[in-house]
């Protein structure tokens, strides 16, 4: 594991890269906002996951997340003392992988990076959460090893919530995202949708939870 740490707390720092060290990992830390930006800048071919803090000389974690999310899918983890409902929503919607509020447990941590390092690594375009198994490359969904016949529709449904598990989803950008721009659709589409989805999955479709006012979200259970 190499791990780029973006945070401006020396001691936060230091706790973090012993602990990471202690486990075989390599740290690379950086303190200033603008110095991240241009790390970003450079490329991040090397490193394995991003911990990025949101409160930042130079430049916040906001913009550096931004950044990142250009030209990169690389795993990034939020690690921040900002814990209103608010700032996580807006670090989920920005592309973090996870959202961590201080102060933490280092072996937590430890084990998000891992978690979400082994999900990261998955080959061959699969992608698993929970039961459900989706290979984007054969375009295939299994649920517990038994393979579901799904629309092209449904699939691609599927395909976008799985990628953004623990997400929430509104309607309108599944509209967006599934449906051509000339198309003409309504929220009842993406409603009927779901439920055939939920139906065709069988008892996995438990994991496709409704955020009432909100829209949707995959998650693991």
């Known amino acids: 594991m190499n791990v780029l740490l973006i945070e401006d707390d020396i001691e936060i720092c230091e706790v973090i890269e012993n602990y990471f060290t202690s486990k075989g990992a390599e740290i690379t830390i950086v303190n200033d906002g603008k110095k991240a930006l241009r790390t970003v800048a450079d490329g991040l071919e090397g490193y394995s996951v991003v911990l990025l803090d949101i409160m930042l000389p130079g430049a916040d974690g906001y913009e550096i997340c931004r950044s990142i999310r250009k030209t990169s899918d690389i795993p990034l983890i939020f690690i ?44 061959e375009g699969q992608i698993v959460c929970g039961d459900i198994c989706i290979d984007t490359k054969k375009l295939v969904c299994t649920v517990a090893g038994r393979e579901v016949d799904l629309p092209p529709k449904s699939f691609a449904i599927l395909r976008y919530l799985i ?7 509104d309607r309108e950008t599944l509209l967006d995202k599934i449906w051509d721009e000339d198309s003409f659709c309504v929220d009842r589409v993406i409603d009927n949708h779901i439920k055939k989805l939920r139906k065709a999955l069988g008892s996995a479709g438990s994991q496709i939870h409704t955020v009432i006012g909100r829209g949707y979200k995959l998650s693991d259970r």
Not at 114 to 119: E, G, P, T
Not at 163 to 169: M, S
């Open 80 to 123: 921040t003392a900002k814990g209103r409902e608010d700032d996580v929503l807006s670090g989920y919607s920005l592309g973090c992988d996870d959202y961590i509020v201080k102060p933490f447990m280092l072996s937590a941590l430890y084990a998000k990076c891992q978690a979400i390092l082994k999900r990261a690594g998955n080959t």
């Open 163 to 169: 990628e953004h598990r623990d997400w929430v989803v």
